[in-house]
């Protein structure tokens, strides 16, 4: 990849490489075996066919460029030293495995390019909505062809909270609050939880354990569409250090800014 490349054009490649997983997955879906990862967590087949695919296309294009994936069978995480080159693709075949190993059509297929360390360019194939959302900084947040904008809604009880599951850590006494205040619901799956913040389908996202490859793209297209993702804390998820290459867990928070201060303010 040529360093004068400007992110709409990386924006335009990362959507190829999205429809091309969501393609890919969606002609295996209901059709794959599933297995466990040295975590316990399930893989598909599909999981590894789809990112051998766009791994095939993304080596072609760009040869000298590191790439960080999810499902890696010999180096969990990894295919390519992200210190090799100032870009790092970031990939996730099938962001919501569980639900599509169970034949459920809530997934995505996640594509992103940093550069040392923020995403400049990213996108999502949203298989439960067929739709692609990506967005290249500086320049916009899409679903399909259209710029999208998240609206500011007032903080009240029709809010709408998408959360990651607490099975590595105990469930925050915030969460348990905005249980009994608002509408919280998980997915089960990171990218979609973010992304639909963007496209308007809910208003805030909280996980605490999820990966760089389930946000890499997800926050920037928030970011884009005018929201705010920061760290539980309230810091800045960029640029992201080597803890998060190694593919060690990241907590964040997401949503229209308004709605972000308030959450973050209940959970410090």
């Known amino acids: 990849m040529k360093s004068n490349e400007e992110p709409s054009a990386l924006r335009d490649f990362a959507c190829e490489l999205a429809r091309l997983g969501g393609r890919t997955a969606g ?84 594509v992103a390019v940093l550069h040392r360390g923020r995403t400049i360019a990213g996108a999502i194939c949203d298989a439960t909505n067929d739709a ?51 509408h919280v619901r998980n997915m089960g799956s990171t990218s979609l939880h973010l992304a639909w913040i963007a496209a308007g389908f809910v208003d805030a996202a909280y996980s605490i354990d999820c990966k760089l490859w389930d946000v890499a793209a997800a926050a920037l297209i928030v970011e884009e569409a005018g929201g705010c993702v920061t760290t539980e804390a309230g810091g800045p998820l960029w640029p992201c250090g080597a803890p998060a290459l190694r593919g060690e867990d990241l907590q964040i928070l997401a949503g229209a800014k308004g709605i972000h201060q308030v959450l973050l303010k209940s959970l410090s």
């Open 132 to 182: 692609v959302y990506s967005a290249s900084r500086g320049c916009g947040a899409f679903r399909d062809h259209d710029l999208i904008r998240i609206a500011e809604p007032p903080v009240a009880r029709e809010l709408t909270i998408a959360v990651g599951s607490f099975r590595r850590r105990p469930m925050p006494v915030a969460v348990k609050e905005w249980m009994g205040q608002y």
């Open 27 to 110: 002609r295996l879906f209901g059709k794959v075996s599933v297995h466990r990862k040295a975590d316990n967590s399930p893989v598909t087949d599909a999981d590894h066919i789809t990112q051998d695919a766009i791994l095939r296309a993304l080596s072609e294009r760009y040869p000298d460029h590191a790439i960080l994936v999810e499902e890696t069978v010999a180096d969990p995480g990894r295919h390519a030293d992200s210190g090799a080159s100032d870009f790092c693709w970031v990939v996730d075949p099938i962001d919501g495995t569980r639900n599509y190993a169970r034949g459920v059509r809530v997934y995505a297929t996640s």
